[in-house]
Antibody, heavy 117, light 110 residues
Framework: EVQLVESGGGLVQPGGSLRLSCAAS????????MSWVRQAPGKGLEWVSV???????YYADSVKGRFTISRDNSKNTLYLQMNSLRAEDTAVYYC???????????WGQGTLVTVSS | QSALTQPASVSGSPGQSITISCTGT?????????VSWYQQHPGKAPKLMIY???NRPSGVSNRFSGSKSGNTASLTISGLQAEDEADYYC??????????FGTGTKVTVL
């Protein structure tokens, strides 16, 4: 059974850093493309970042230069390193898997990141 | 990376059909057959309903269908049911190798 479990969210001050983790089971993260998607309170979905099976990474303009997506194949885990955090980064962060198509077929339960002083 | 444009709300009576539009550009929706649709109930993670414009994942009701014409994709829900009341988002691959979501549509079953 495919499962994605995020962790690492919490309260952080503006300018601070946080690393989110997404532990995968039932499949191999390196065999699919994996993304982070966020949702600010009461707002819509916002695509954040992707890491393709070949290792290429891409980011939304809103986080480029501040966030880094990576994976640890030995731990079958996806990460999102978030630096220079701003109030507008406050959101529930989801990790999601795409199985060769354009659709994210499995999602984690989400982890809340709150950026506030 | 502007969000794809969706109507803020769509409503219909039980049994009716509704259609949600998703308008982008030739650099995203119009340029690739990589449009997907998601259903999200309050407090829940999104659920994939349609991928690659018109394909349904296993387990998704055949009341949900997708299509595309030019820069606009559409999701049609036929035989509207109470449990279809939710937020719906489209998404597209882009020419920058990134993805973009739509602004979201709240579906209300009257």
């Amino acid at each position: 059974e495919v499962q994605l479990v995020e962790s690492g969210g919490g309260l952080v001050q503006p300018g601070g850093s946080l690393r989110l983790s997404c532990a995968a089971s039932g499949f191999t993260v390196s065999s699919n493309y994996m993304s982070w998607v966020r949702q600010a309170p009461g707002k819509g979905l916002e695509w954040v970042s992707v890491i393709y099976s070949g290792g290429s990474t891409y980011y939304a303009d809103s986080v480029k230069g501040r966030f880094t997506i990576s994976r640890d194949n030995s731990k079958n885990t996806l990460y999102l390193q978030m630096n220079s955090l701003r109030a507008e980064d406050t959101a529930v962060y989801y990790c999601a898997r795409a199985d060769g198509s354009s659709g994210y077929d499995y999602w984690g339960q989400g982890t809340l990141v709150t950026v506030s002083s | 990376q502007s969000a794809l444009t969706q109507p803020a709300s769509v409503s219909g009576s039980p049994g009716q059909s509704i259609t949600i539009s998703c308008t982008g550009t030739s650099s995203d929706v119009g340029g690739y057959n990589y449009v997907s649709w998601y259903q999200q109930h309050p407090g829940k993670a999104p659920k994939l309903m349609i991928y690659d414009v018109s394909n349904r994942p296993s387990g998704v009701s055949n009341r949900f269908s997708g299509s595309k014409s030019g820069n606009t994709a559409s999701l049609t829900i036929s035989g509207l049911q109470a449990e279809d009341e939710a937020d719906y988002y489209c998404s597209s691959y882009t020419s920058s190798s990134t993805f973009v979501f739509g602004t979201g549509t709240k579906v209300t079953v009257l």
